[in-house]
């Protein structure tokens, strides 16, 4: 009992990027603007319902965001100093967003999808803190996450880490052409579409061995469709035809592109530039059933 404590103890430690690994890099705001549409992280980091005057594309944070494991109000991500990420290091934000570690050395839930994000250069989420220096600072305390038996769960996510977190840069395809690898970047880094398209084994690591191939929804109801084999299965005509369903959504009509979520990545997707979005349907309209 003693040792398997031990065990838990050391195995479940969180392991953060120290300042060494932090490369040296000028920031680029607009290349940051890009990326956090492309991540979403506005979704999820809503004004709360106690900031009604605040424009609801501030991720000024505090809007409920429920999971099976509790209810989760996801932070101000506005450069408020006080109650912000104004304060906060390049290193702390990196921690949370690439490893899921609170600058606190907490354990952060994966519904904060840094299981993707680990996949994204490190410049490129540095890119995202400059973009979000831009923005207007609100101030919107943080909020406890309602999450029974808090401490025991963040650290049993330090061990859930040891199988579900895998930190390898993301990597180009040399066969492939630039916008294939544009596409995947976005895909399977910022996009973070692995998250609900690909289904997840016994221990709700991703099964990336079926990657994309659909499954039961993360968040709890109903059913992810599949994103292999989009043009063999009749669903689009071909590459560019994804990407006008991506850009325009169901208004084009197009369908099952609205619910479980899929609405909003798609408003994201649709603020990204044209080229881009045609690189994500390149990259999806090569994925075979
Ligand atoms: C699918 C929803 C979702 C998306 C998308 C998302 N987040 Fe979050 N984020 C969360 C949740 C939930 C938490 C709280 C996690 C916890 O407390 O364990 C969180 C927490 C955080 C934290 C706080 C960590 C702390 O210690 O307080 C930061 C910073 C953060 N997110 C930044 C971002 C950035 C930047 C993006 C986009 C690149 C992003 N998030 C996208 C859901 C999301
Ligand atoms: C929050 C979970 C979630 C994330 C993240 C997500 N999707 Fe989806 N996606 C869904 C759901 C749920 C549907 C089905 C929606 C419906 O039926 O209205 C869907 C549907 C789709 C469809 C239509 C499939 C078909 O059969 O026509 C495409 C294409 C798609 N997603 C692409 C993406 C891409 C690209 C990303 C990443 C940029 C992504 N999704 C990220 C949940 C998600």
New binding site residues.
Partial sequence: MALGLAAFWALSEPRPLTAAELPAHTPDAANGKLLYSAAGCRSCHQPGPDLKDVDRSIPAGGAPFKTPVGTFYPRNLTPDPETGIGAWSDLAFVNAVQRGISPGGAHLVPALPYTSYAHMRTEDVLDIRAHLATLPPVSSPEREADLPAAFLTRRGIGLWKWIGLDTTPWQPEPSQTDSWNRGSYL?NGP???A???TPRNLFMALDTSRAFAGGP?PEGE?R??S?RG?IERG?YKDAKD?AS??QYGEIMGYD???????GQ?QRN?SELPEADILA?GEY?ASLKQ
Avoid: Q, W
């Avoid at 099952?256 to 899929?262: A, D, E, L």
């Fill in positions: 895909v996009g973070h579409c998250e609900c398209h929804h109903g992810v469709p994103l989009l669903r994804i369903a991506l099952k592109i609205s619910s479980g979520g899929m990545v997707i994500i999806l």
